[in-house]
C-alpha cells in the first residue's frame, strides 16, 4: 500500500512560472526522496533529504522536509516545458532494507 | 550506457502462459530492487536482494512470481500462470549501500508486460 499522499494530484503552469508539490506520509523515516518520471519511462532520482535535515537545494528544485508534520515539498522554480514529467515522493522508513514507499504522483504540466 | 538496463522493454502474453524478465543492475551496486508500477500510481515494492540474498519480499509477490540473482549481478523475475492483473510496470532498481549513507536507487527503463 502507499504510504505517501500527494498534493495535488495535477498541476497545469506556464514556463516559468514556479512549481510546488507536497507529499504527507504516515510513519517514522530514514529518508525522504524525490523522482521524476517521463511518460511511460523509468524513474530518475532527483534529491534524496536525510531525517535530521529540514531543507535542501539542487539546481532549480528545493526541497523542504517538517518530520512533526509528516510532509515534505519540492519546489522548482523557473519552471521549462522539460519538467513536464510526473513527481513521485518516496520514503525510506525501513530499519536496513531500504525499500521505498512511494506517493501516487503529482502531474505536472508546463506549457511553453 | 552505465545505467540499470532492463529486457525485454515490452511483453505481451497469453493469460497462463509464463514470463521472465532481466534486470542488470549498476555494476558495483550491491543491492537490486523490483517494484511494480500500475497506470496512475506509485511504483509498489515486490522484493529485493543484498548481493545474492533475497532478504525481503512483499505480500503483493505471490507464489506466481519468483526472483533470483544467482551470481550477485543481473537479476531474473519470473512470473508463471500470468493472469490479466499481473499487467503492469515492472521497474528494477539499484543502489549502493554504504554505511551511514543514504539508498538512492537508479532505476531502470522498466518492463511493460501486457496480459492478455
Known amino acids: 500500500s502507499q504510504q505517501g499522499e500527494e498534493d495535488p494530484q495535477a498541476l497545469s503552469i506556464q514556463e516559468g512560472e514556479n512549481a510546488t508539490m507536497n507529499c504527507s506520509y504516515k510513519?517514522?523515516?530514514?529518508?525522504l526522496q524525490w523522482y521524476r518520471q517521463n511518460s511511460g519511462r523509468g524513474l530518475v532520482h532527483l534529491i534524496l533529504?536525510?531525517?535530521?535535515?529540514r531543507e535542501k537545494h539542487s539546481g532549480r528544485l528545493r526541497v523542504t522536509l517538517d518530520t512533526s508534520k509528516k510532509s515534505s515539498s519540492l519546489l522548482i522554480t523557473a519552471s521549462r516545458a522539460a519538467d513536464t514529467a510526473s513527481y513521485f515522493c518516496?520514503?525510506?522508513?525501513?530499519?536496513?532494507?531500504?525499500?521505498?514507499?512511494f506517493g501516487q504522483g503529482t502531474t505536472l504540466q508546463v506549457k511553453p | 550506457d552505465t545505467g540499470v538496463s532492463q529486457d525485454p522493454r515490452h511483453k505481451i502474453t497469453k493469460r497462463g502462459q509464463n514470463v521472465t524478465f532481466r534486470c542488470d543492475p549498476i555494476?558495483?551496486?550491491?543491492?537490486l530492487y523490483w517494484y511494480r508500477q500500475t497506470l496512475g500510481q506509485g511504483p509498489e515494492f515486490l522484493t529485493y536482494?543484498?548481493?545474492?540474498?533475497?532478504?525481503?519480499k512483499s505480500r503483493l509477490l505471490s507464489d506466481r512470481f519468483s526472483a533470483e540473482r544467482p551470481k550477485g549481478s543481473f537479476s531474473t523475475l519470473e512470473i508463471q500462470r500470468t493472469e490479466q492483473g499481473d499487467s503492469a510496470m515492472y521497474l528494477c532498481?539499484?543502489?549502493?549501500?554504504?554505511?551511514?549513507?543514504?539508498?538512492?536507487?537508479?532505476f531502470g527503463p522498466g518492463t511493460r508486460l501486457t496480459v492478455l
Open positions: 536482494f543484498q548481493n545474492e540474498a533475497q532478504l525481503e
Open positions: 510513519t517514522s523515516i530514514n529518508n
Open positions: 555494476s558495483e551496486h550491491n543491492r
Open positions: 532498481a539499484s543502489s549502493l549501500v554504504l554505511a551511514g549513507g543514504g539508498n538512492e536507487q537508479f
Open positions: 533529504i536525510r531525517s535530521n535535515e
Open positions: 518516496a520514503t525510506d522508513a525501513s530499519s536496513n532494507t531500504g525499500k521505498l514507499i
